[in-house]
């Protein structure tokens, strides 16, 4: 075993064993700063089988992409496949997609992410906020290949009507550049 990955793990389970708020997850972001080794542990203990430290640990992942968006890349396979299983907290999807829209996707998974987003947009069952960030994602793909925007545009449309405003906010904006 790499004894100083088994160090990262530890100090960041222990410190996400604490609680769930918001001055713990900007601790843990202090302590991972732009440090990919890290940016790796934390990705190990969202994947772990440990539902609760896998939850707050996607939580301060959401926030990792913000900052550290790169370090995500290496991860995205697992990052993807964990976003869509079903026995996965909610939670997990959500702060992948949050983490995901600022992520610069290399090519072999634009296909898997822009189907999963426009799923994600079209189930009925799907939490506003994995939407919201799912059209943020799109948006950025829009941008590279601009043949999905009829397809969003027609979604968007017909999703308006009966969304909640994370959605609708994220969504107007989205039309308006479709035009």
Same mark, same amino acid.
């Given at each position: 075993?790499? =004894?100083? %990955?088994?160090?990262? !793990? *530890?100090?960041?389970?222990?410190?996400?064993? $604490?609680?769930?708020?918001?001055?713990?997850?900007? =601790? +843990?972001?202090? @302590?991972?700063?732009?440090? %990919?080794? %890290? +940016?790796?542990? #934390?990705?190990?203990? +969202?994947?772990?089988? !440990? %539902?609760?430290?896998?939850?707050?640990?996607?939580?301060? /992942?959401?926030?990792?992409?913000? &900052?550290?968006? @790169?370090? #995500?890349?290496?991860? /995205?396979?697992?990052? /993807?496949?964990?976003?869509?299983?079903?026995?996965?907290?909610?939670?997990?999807?959500?702060?992948?997609?949050?983490?995901?829209? @600022?992520?610069? /996707?290399? $090519?072999?998974?634009?296909?898997? +992410?822009?189907?999963?987003?426009?799923?994600?947009?079209?189930?009925?069952?799907?939490?506003?906020?994995?939407?919201?960030?799912?059209?943020?994602?799109?948006?950025?793909?829009? @941008? =590279?290949?601009? =043949?999905?925007?009829? $397809?969003?545009?027609?979604? #968007?449309?017909?999703?308006?009507?009966?969304?909640?405003?994370?959605?609708?906010? &994220?969504? &107007?904006?989205? *039309?308006?550049?479709?035009?």
């Amino acid at each position: 075993m790499n =004894e100083k %990955k088994d160090t990262l !793990d *530890l100090i960041l389970k222990n410190k996400l064993q $604490e609680g769930h708020n918001k001055e713990i997850c900007e =601790e +843990v972001l202090t @302590y991972i700063g732009d440090d %990919k080794k %890290k +940016v790796d542990a #934390l990705v190990n203990i +969202v994947g772990s089988s !440990d %539902k609760k430290l896998s939850q707050r640990a996607s939580w301060v /992942l959401g926030y990792v992409g913000e &900052r550290s968006h @790169y370090h #995500l890349v290496p991860h /995205l396979g697992k990052l /993807l496949e964990w976003m869509v299983e079903p026995n996965r907290h909610p939670a997990i999807r959500r702060n992948i997609t949050r983490a995901l829209q @600022y992520v610069h /996707l290399p $090519e072999d998974f634009l296909g898997a +992410v822009m189907d999963t987003c426009f799923r994600f947009l079209e189930d009925p069952k799907e939490a506003a906020a994995v939407k919201a960030f799912s059209i943020s994602i799109l948006e950025n793909l829009w @941008y =590279e290949y601009p =043949e999905i925007g009829d $397809e969003l545009r027609i979604i #968007l449309t017909t999703l308006m009507e009966d969304a909640l405003p994370s959605f609708k906010v &994220r969504a &107007r904006r989205l *039309l308006s550049l479709l035009g």
